[in-house]
């Protein structure tokens, strides 16, 4: 992974994440590898007690390499827009500095989430100029351990695709949701939308 501007980033990753995504030099070729990597980098944000149950990547799809990873870390950035998609988002453009990550000329990008996007992070999606997202868990699987996932759209991917954006679901789902389930057992801090 290239680290050019990402002390520009706005969120400090923990120096674990850093030194993780540094480490990796391979390409990660699958759907299953991508996935993988990023429900690793959210279990092992439970158990180094550094934020929330949710891991990200950006790659490009070129050629599969790892661009930027990003982690939650709104307790520990004191920000409620340090998602783990919305880290690796910024991250990302800090590393190839643009802040569109689909320029024409330049390769495309997917985004890989732990866990299908919130309502802010969809939201964020077409802005970033990402061409694909890989999902893990479910919205519902977060709902389930108590995390609100905003006002999405029923047809939230329909949309995306009407962008362009192409959408896979339920990529190692099993795996990606025992991360969840033991952020839950560990009592791990649940936050969300405000409802009033
Ligand atoms: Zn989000």
């Given at each position: 992974?290239?680290?050019?501007?990402?002390?520009?980033?706005?969120?400090?990753?923990?120096?674990?994440?850093?030194?993780?995504?540094r480490s990796q030099h391979s390409l990660f070729l699958s759907k299953e590898s991508r996935m993988r990597f990023v429900i690793a980098l959210a279990s092992t944000n439970v158990t180094r007690g550094t934020g929330g149950p949710f891991g990200a990547a950006v790659f490009e799809r070129t050629g599969w390499r790892l661009i930027a990873v990003g982690v939650n870390l709104v307790e520990s950035t004191r920000c409620s827009h340090a998602h783990a998609e919305m880290v690796a988002l910024a991250n990302a453009q800090q590393t190839v500095g643009r802040f569109d990550l689909g320029a024409a000329n330049f390769p495309a990008h997917e985004l890989v989430t732990s866990c299908e996007p919130c309502a802010m992070c969809y939201g964020a999606i077409p802005w970033s100029g990402i061409r694909s997202v890989l999902c893990g868990a479910r919205a519902s699987d977060a709902e389930a351990i108590g995390f609100d996932e905003g006002a999405k759209p029923k047809n939230w991917v329909a949309e995306l695709k009407s962008r362009r954006i192409t959408v896979t679901r339920d990529l190692c789902r099993k795996e990606a949701t025992a991360v969840l389930q033991e952020y839950q057992q560990r009592g791990g801090a649940v936050y969300g939308a405000r409802w009033g």
């Open positions: 992974m290239t680290t050019r501007r990402s002390s520009a980033s706005p969120f400090q990753l923990p120096q674990w994440a850093i030194r993780l995504a």
